[in-house]
């Protein structure tokens, strides 16, 4: 009857700051002033001793009463005059009578309640809605005219669906094989069932079928039988109903509550908003059953029900609301309509099912063995139907077994060794996602409909042909978003730790102005950390919604989904998975291109290789993810002093590339890569893996540059070290036709520093200075000769060489 909302002062978005709605007052207004229905009860119970409110039997419907107490005026305290609430679960005479004989006291505590979840949400939902609608909007062509929301209910309820979606992106098939002997028994043709199921490795599968195939007999290790039953259903609550609506009758959860309610103020069903699946004792079932003998499809059933004797339900759950949903008139598809029928048919049938008999049946497995291995199978056989007759869906499907008896032997026809592949999950279905928030205490069964029918019109969702829930860029994008400011904001814990608050206040035993007042109180410091972080949704945003990436080219793998990432070289460069809606930050002023096609063996992210401009600008391989999210401690706080040259710069969030990573057995790390310690500083002298014909070591952290032998056709390092100064050995392919080595030789290896030929062969283009100690002889480790350097000594350059130190 009546919404909260802010007064007219706090409507303006842009006069008001909106860190102020978290402590902005509230009021209350009409739903629908031009109905005048405040005017209207105030006008009827002029003259009134008695307010007797007939509204819905919840919390919502609890939270009305005491709208129509104000409007109305009504004061208990004068004189004469007295407030009394009727409480019922159907509009059928007999609970109506039965309601109007029991008026009891409206409950303040879950008005309260209704109250306090109003004002959260409110509060919560304009201050993220107005300000990252205002940041978004105009910033992106395809973005202007949306209101980009957010809600305490509604983004966990969409955070469930890209979470699915990731996991899609994300899933990585594994081959797997399996075998199922065929044999023929008595007539039966039987495909038996490997106990092991299917394996992961071919080799390991094919000798098991050897195994088996090498006795091709099956011997019968076991015939066991048992009676088994099938429970008939529990009472039907909205949850189930809603689930059974969109998985089996294709209505959606906001159709399926429009219908219901429409069947029950028509008074064809009980109340539809009932968390309890638990009849009271004090059920009529003779009654209800009765008023359905006459229907042409299940007459025959109830009749015998009330022949026979009905059974009493199964022990449900009461949460102390409402009774199961249950059919209180008979009802005929002209009366109803398609979906109105089909939706109360289900009712009648759920109703029906829960005092028919149990499903029994008789289960018989048999055991083979053969090789060592084990198979069996399993026949079904139904000796009563019970409640499955009426709800035919559910019933046990029979299968056929010859007679087996232990220790019989069976020629195996035929056991082909089979290949198969893991699937990943589908999208989440509407049933699926109403599970989700029930578990984890996403709304109530009153509103559940309403946040899945708002990301769906929101465009955050779209509901494809089997009622799934595929999300959109605009929904998977606010999630990512959310995860890298604050993923509380899209998480189900928080919401679950309100509405156990909430439910705490409707049971008197929490105070109302101060559950909520703690609770904004936390959502404010989020809101605040939210506007300061915004830069990292908003680097997603323009990924996902501005030209940059339909103009990014493909470039390297995505660790994560394995798909390919789009390379958006304006500025700022960075990589763009649109299919984990990640972006990774790539240093500046420079290129980009593949490495090789080289995988980094922490994440499964190709590696890219940054070359800065210029002819002295260094080259370094890194790992998208590696460089944004460094894997060890302590890394990020080199940075501080690390130098690119003149305008290179590491770039925004920029973390750890392959020249700082000390991973122990990664060919491009620093550990493998670093051939000794840096003359000018505390860094480490990097091999140049792409510098070639020019070869070179660079300083991971200041400007030094050393210069190799130059013209080789390789350089590289080795696992050795120098036992005099404890060097990286690098190995060098010398060109054949000006190899400094004796008899033509061309592969050499040594120590930089401490071997007199590299050491002769090398020079210092940067920096001031080198160690302060003198130049170790050493020992050499030529394979092709000591031999001597080609084009005379190296001290004959004026440029400044290691042998000068």
């Avoid at 309601?99 to 409110?122: C, F, G, H, S, T």
């Avoid at 290790?221 to 008939?232: A, D, I, M």
């Avoid at 680097?539 to 958006?568: D, N, P, V």
């Avoid at 894997?631 to 690390?642: K, R």
């Amino acid at each position: 009857m009546a919404g909260l909302d802010f007064p007219s002062t706090y409507q303006n978005w842009e006069a008001t700051d909106n860190l102020d709605l978290f402590q902005a007052p509230v009021v209350k207004l009409e739903s629908n002033p031009k109905g005048h229905i405040c005017r209207h009860l105030s006008q009827e119970a002029r003259g009134c001793s008695y307010l007797v409110l007939w509204l819905d039997c919840d919390r919502e419907g609890e939270n009305i009463c005491y709208e129509v107490i104000e409007c109305t005026g009504f004061n208990e305290n004068e004189v004469g005059r007295k407030i009394l609430r009727a409480r019922f679960s159907s509009v059928t005479e007999k609970d109506i009578l039965e309601a109007l004989e029991n008026l009891v006291k409206p409950n303040k505590a879950e008005a309260l309640a209704v109250d306090a979840r109003q004002e959260i949400d409110l509060k919560v939902g304009v201050a993220f809605t107005r300000f990252q609608t205002r940041y978004f909007q105009g910033k992106y062509g395809n973005l202007d005219s949306r209101i980009i929301s957010y809600g305490p209910c509604q983004t966990p309820t969409l955070g469930f669906c890209v979470q699915r979606c990731m996991q899609i992106m994300t899933f990585k098939p594994e081959k797997f094989w399996y075998f199922s002997p065929y044999i023929i028994k008595d007539g039966y043709e039987l495909q038996l069932e490997w106990d092991r199921n299917r394996v992961f490795d071919f080799d390991v599968a094919a000798m098991f079928q050897k195994l088996v195939l090498d006795q091709n007999i099956l011997e019968v290790t076991g015939v066991s039988k048992n009676e088994e039953n099938k429970s008939r259903p529990c009472g039907l609550n909205t949850v189930n109903l809603l689930k059974v609506a969109s998985s089996a009758l294709a209505l959606g959860p906001h159709v399926a509550m429009q219908l219901a309610e429409r069947l029950y103020t028509q008074g064809f069903i009980s109340y539809p908003r009932t968390e309890s699946t638990a009849y009271p004792a004090s059920f009529d079932f003779r009654n209800v059953l009765g008023a359905q003998q006459n229907n042409p499809i299940w007459g025959n059933h109830i009749r015998s029900l009330l022949t026979d004797g009905f059974h009493k339900p199964r022990m449900g759950s009461d949460a102390g609301d409402h009774p199961p949903i249950t059919p209180m008139r008979a009802a005929t598809e002209e009366m109803l309509g398609n979906d109105a029928w089909r939706l109360y048919q289900y009712i009648c049938q759920h109703f029906i099912g829960t005092v028919s008999p149990d499903c029994k049946y008789t289960r018989t497995k048999v055991e083979f063995t053969s090789g060592g291995e084990r198979f069996h199978c399993v026949g079904l056989h139904v000796s009563t139907k019970g409640f499955t007759s009426i709800m035919p869906w559910l019933a046990v499907t029979e299968k056929n077994l010859p007679q087996f008896t232990k220790g019989e032997k069976i020629n195996i026809l035929k056991m082909d060794l089979q290949e198969g592949s893991t699937t990943p999950p589908d999208y989440l279905s509407e049933s699926e996602l109403i599970s989700l928030m029930e578990k984890h205490g996403i709304g109530t069964d009153a509103s559940i409909p309403v946040h899945i029918n708002n990301i769906c019109e929101r465009n955050y969702v779209q509901v494809n042909s089997g009622r799934r829930l595929v999300p959109t860029a605009l929904g998977t994008t606010l999630i990512r978003g959310y995860q890298s400011i604050d993923a509380d904001l899209c998480l189900p814990d928080i919401r679950s730790f309100i509405e156990h608050q909430i439910t705490m206040v409707a049971k008197g035993k929490a105070d109302h102005s101060h559950v909520v007042q703690h609770v904004l109180q936390q959502f404010t410091q989020k809101f605040s950390y939210f506007v300061k972080k915004i830069e990292n949704m908003d680097a997603l945003f323009e990924a996902q919604f501005s030209t940059l990436a339909e103009s990014g080219r493909l470039l390297s793998k995505c660790g994560k989904c394995t798909r390919y990432m789009k390379f958006i070289s304006t500025q700022p460069a960075r990589l763009y998975c649109t299919s984990c809606e990640e972006v990774y930050n790539l240093p500046q002023n420079g290129s980009i291109k593949l490495y090789k096609e080289f995988a980094c063996p922490l994440d499964g992210f190709e590696l890219v290789l940054f070359s800065m401009s210029g002819s002295d600008g260094k080259s370094f391989p890194l790992c998208p993810y590696c460089y944004n999210s460094p894997p060890f401690e302590g890394i990020t706080t080199l940075f501080g002093s690390i130098k690119l040259g003149n305008s290179g710069k590491l770039g925004k969030g920029a973390g750890m590339p392959c020249f700082l990573c000390p991973h122990p057995t990664c060919r491009h790390s620093m550990i493998t890569q670093g051939v000794c310690a840096c003359p000018e500083c505390s860094g480490t002298l990097i091999l140049d893996p792409v510098s070639a014909p020019k070869w070179r070591l660079y300083c991971n952290i200041c400007n030094c540059m050393v210069s190799l032998p130059q013209g080789a056709h390789r350089i590289s390092t080795t696992s050795n070290r120098c036992p005099d100064c404890d060097s990286l050995i690098i190995e060098v392919d010398f060109n054949k036709k000006t190899t400094p080595l004796s008899d033509g030789a061309t592969l050499y290896s040594g120590c930089i520093l401490c071997d007199e030929l590299l050491h002769s062969l090398i020079e210092m283009k940067h920096g001031k200075s080198f160690f302060s100690r003198g130049r170790g002889r050493g020992r050499s480790r030529g394979r092709g000769g000591r031999g001597r350097a080609r084009g005379g000594s190296k001290n004959d350059d004026p440029k400044m060489s290691f042998r000068d130190f």
